[in-house]
């Protein structure tokens, strides 16, 4: 199963993918999409983000996508642009029907940290952990978007988990049983 996450921006749209192979996590790639130039127009910036995510969905082939929803601002135009940047996020997927499934931004600090309160850096610590990540100024940016990948890939843990008797966990789990 490989996940798309992405952490939408007008500005830094960041994405990460990773594979669920064999209940581990595998990164596949990283990185952030840089749409402010100083003269572009903004419906440019919102084309850019289209074709660049359009190019990873076709280079890495994710089965879902993670998004991370929006907070309230309380700038309008903010909010306005973001809207307008995950929109074209979630199109981008969607036309490739692709399932596109959001999480707020404590559902992902929980699932990444165990804490839904947690600070920006100890998401980056724990992604960077979790996924065995080198450190690099793109990390940073895209560090949000493989933490709703993350946060994505325990919900389907947990969701897909069809354990509701210890007979169950046996059947399922051979190689966790001391014999």
Known sequence: MI???IDP???FCGYGVVEIQSNNLKLIEYGVIKAKKKQEKYPLRLKEIFIRLQAVIERT???????ESMFYSKNVQSLI???QARAIAMLVSSLRDIPVIDYSPREVKKAVTGNGNADKIQVQYMVKKLLNIEETNEFYDA???LAVAICHSSRRKTSNNTIKTWKDFIEQNPKRIIK
């Open 81 to 83: 642009k973001l809207s």
């Open 9 to 11: 921006g007008s500005i």
């Open 61 to 67: 082939l994710p089965d879902e996508t993670a998004i």
């Open 143 to 145: 560090t949000d978007a």
């Open 3 to 5: 996940i798309l996450g």
